[in-house]
């Protein structure tokens, strides 16, 4: 990860200063808001991603730093958004925005950045970017809803439990990896290969974010421990677990996830059934095995530094401990 930060620091220096630039507001509250929660420890991986694509395909143009700028700015409004959705206290180890500038507030800067967001698509030039960008923006809100009728609902089975992953995370990602090849005009083959390269980054990414749940510290994590358990969420740790569980423990599960408040009695229960019926490293295998596909997905391109990066970047999801 350090190889590709210093790769991409003058990149990624100019995406800082565009996204300062795409905070100016007449409205005190907007820039408030944006540059706390933009400056509270994002690793800024669907920037990087899109730089780094743009790169492998060649780009020799300026527009890739404004659209990474926006797949940030789309990405932030999903976080605020969640965090009024979730109840959220904590992001990256902060106090969530609506926790302290309240749900209003955080919906309606969510909403502006969205709004922002779309305002410099346009200035792209692009049709093409517009529509990916706006289509994700749209099945972004679709998964948010999928992942809202899941809810406590214990039948969530792997499958369904992955279109949830694909809509609400792992689509940007993608659409991220696809418009730094659009940009540079690369052939649609190439072009759908970076789209399936970040899906596949997208699905490992919050596969380990759901694995972390259960097993990160606060401290490192930057959210509760159980966060997923409290909120009635059904992820893999959880799926897995379930399905091998006794009638007894089920019941026990059942319980639990029904709950209003949840209790550290009732948290270390749900760990350690996860734990005993291998639920986190079932979710760790599943997530590698997205990564090695992903890297397939580049054979296409020549061995060059971009792809060793985005290589490095792939490994680092599955790597990481926050």
Not at 145 to 168: A, F, G, M, P, S
């Amino acid at each position: 990860m350090d190889t590709v930060i210093a790769l991409l620091k003058n990149e990624m220096d100019a995406v800082e200063e565009q996204i300062k630039l795409n905070l100016c507001s007449d409205v005190q509250l907007v820039s408030q808001v944006g540059e706390y929660i933009l400056s509270s420890g994002g690793k800024r991986i669907r920037p990087m991603l899109l730089l780094l694509s743009a790169r492998l395909c060649n780009y020799r143009g300026d527009k890739h730093v404004e659209l990474a700028s926006v797949v940030e700015f789309i990405h932030t409004a999903t976080l605020l958004h969640d965090d009024v959705v979730d109840s959220a206290d904590l992001r990256r180890g902060n106090r969530s925005a609506n926790s302290v500038w309240g749900n209003q507030a955080s919906v309606l800067v969510g909403d502006f950045l969205f709004a922002k967001s779309f305002s410099v698509m346009v200035g792209s030039g692009s049709l093409k970017i517009l529509k990916i960008l706006s289509d994700t923006t749209t099945q972004l809100a679709e998964g948010e809803i999928l992942q809202l009728i899941n809810t406590c609902d214990l039948e969530v089975n792997e499958q369904r439990y992955l279109q949830v992953v694909r809509d609400k995370t792992a689509i940007l990602i993608a659409a991220a990896c696809q418009v730094g090849g659009v940009l540079a005009g690369t052939d649609e083959q190439r072009e759908l290969a970076l789209r399936e390269f970040g899906l596949e980054i997208g699905i490992a990414f919050q596969l380990m974010d759901d694995a972390l749940d259960y097993v990160a510290d606060e401290a490192d994590f930057g959210k509760e421990r159980g966060h997923d358990l409290y909120e009635g969420k059904m992820t893999l740790p959880l799926i897995c677990a379930f399905s091998k569980a006794s009638p007894a423990e089920k019941a026990e599960i059942a319980r639990i996830v029904d709950a209003k408040e949840l209790s550290d009695d009732d948290l270390e229960y749900a760990c350690a059934l996860i734990d005993r019926h291998g639920g986190i490293a079932y979710t760790r295998q599943r997530a590698t095995e997205r990564i090695e596909l992903a890297k397939r997905r580049l054979d296409l391109f020549p061995d060059c530094e971009a792809r060793r990066a985005l290589f490095d970047l792939a490994d680092y999801v599955v790597s990481r401990n926050k």
